[in-house]
């Protein structure tokens, strides 16, 4: 008689706690991603990298010892406006957030990692990644936008920038950004 009860509630208890089932990824419909529909976005905005005063908007982070701004391996954390003109007192736009660091050893090279971060009209709220190589000496740089969130959710593109305006005294920036970006 035990035994039958004892089968019984393993039966009972294996077969409950079976059906208990998680999903960790499942397959959606394609169906559904052929509704959506892939729309391309030019944003032209002024980039402000500020390295000087008493309230820089990018600071050095890391680097080797005794080292400048510009030498291999000094890196920078940045929260840089974003305006619509290339005045600082334009209109606000948004904020370039991230890193950047020397990469090269034999040139000025950055390595960017930065999120476009929307603050103005539609985008507001909207982002955009970029992760790249920028020769900052070259007139006009090329980088890849390799995601986004909000209306730019899975965007993919690059951004061109082109620098107006360089102070060689206190490494003060102004960079012209025309980003084209595919999203939908």
Same mark, same amino acid.
């Given at each position: ?5 004892? +089968?019984?509630? &393993? ?70 406006? &974003? /305006? ?23 040139? &000025? ?50 951004? &061109?920038?082109?620098? +107006?305006?360089?102070?060689?005294? /206190?490494?003060?920036? /102004? ?10």
């Amino acid at each position: 008689m035990a035994t039958c009860i004892f +089968v019984f509630i &393993l039966f009972f208890f294996s077969t409950f706690y079976s059906t208990i089932d998680a999903i960790f990824s499942e397959e959606l419909a394609q169906g559904i991603a052929i509704k959506r529909i892939e729309k391309t976005t030019h944003l032209h905005f002024y980039f402000h990298d500020i390295v000087s005063g008493k309230n820089p908007s990018a600071v050095k982070i890391a680097g080797p010892p005794n080292s400048t701004a510009y030498s291999f391996g000094a890196t920078a954390m940045i929260d840089d406006a &974003l /305006t619509e003109g290339p005045e600082i007192t334009s209109k606000l736009v948004g904020k370039a957030q991230g890193i950047y660091g020397i990469a090269a050893q034999q040139e &000025l090279s950055l390595l960017m990692v930065i999120n476009f971060a929307f603050t103005e009209g539609a985008y507001n709220g909207s982002s955009i990644s970029i992760v790249g190589r920028n020769p900052v000496l070259n007139d006009m740089r090329e980088m890849p936008v390799v995601g986004g969130c909000g209306v730019f959710r899975s965007a993919r593109g690059y951004a &061109l920038a082109h620098t +107006v305006w360089f102070d060689m005294k /206190t490494g003060d920036a /102004t960079v012209e950004y025309n980003v084209y970006v595919s999203h939908y």
